[in-house]
């Protein structure tokens, strides 16, 4: 499956009024699906996976497929590290200034990646083009901007609506998404919470990196019980 999966995100400046996050649409998504073209899902479910909403990615998909389920929940706990990535930077800049997030990143040895350029998603939505095959039960909803950086989100209809194609392959979405779930957004919001508690930045990067430490430690012991057996 060639798949859009929230691959368009851009680094911009939150200062800019032009580039605030979207707000959602006023029209569930459950209801854009059923129009005559799928690109308001698509662009809906797009920014659904941006701005950190779970529920509406999940609601992109046939979720009375074992496939189906398993790549609605992989899509939402991305969505949902997205939005523990946002809230743990957004915390480290509102407390400390934008050098904050870079100690951040550096206590917990991860990247947290620069602010979301909204402006830039809504245009390389809003110019997406969509390519029907000829059943006219499946097309292909190709993203906005330059050729060389084209993304392609694949859907079918049935039941009156268009769904997100599920990944074919699901062996490791389990897996993927317990790991995603407990080592990235657990411990962002964790994070989060160490940031918005301390009373300075350096007391902030102590705390990140015990968290960090405790991780390792965790990590170190279920691979040597894994070892073992």
Known sequence: ?????????????????????????????????KERSPKAMVRAWG????????????AAYDLTTPNGRATAEAMATMARANRATEKLAGAARRKYGEEAVGVVEKALNAKLGGQTDWKAVQAALDTAKVYFAEDGATAVVRMGGEKQEWTYTEVERKDGRWF??????????????????????AVFEKAAKLVEQSNSLDEARKSLEELRKA?????????????KK
Do not use: N
Request: aromatic share 4%.
């Open 47 to 58: 920014l659904a996976g941006l701005r950190g909403d779970p529920d509406t990615v999940k």
């Open 215 to 227: 991780l390792d430690a965790a990590g170190s012991e279920k691979k040597t019980e894994g070892d």
């Open 1 to 33: 499956m060639v798949c859009f999966a929230y691959s368009l995100i851009f680094l911009g400046c939150a200062d800019d009024p032009a580039r605030a996050a979207p707000a959602p649409p006023a029209t569930p998504l459950e209801q854009l699906a």
């Open 164 to 185: 997100i194609t599920p990944m074919k392959d699901t062996s490791g979405a389990e897996r993927t998404t317990a790991l995603t779930e407990v080592f990235m957004v």
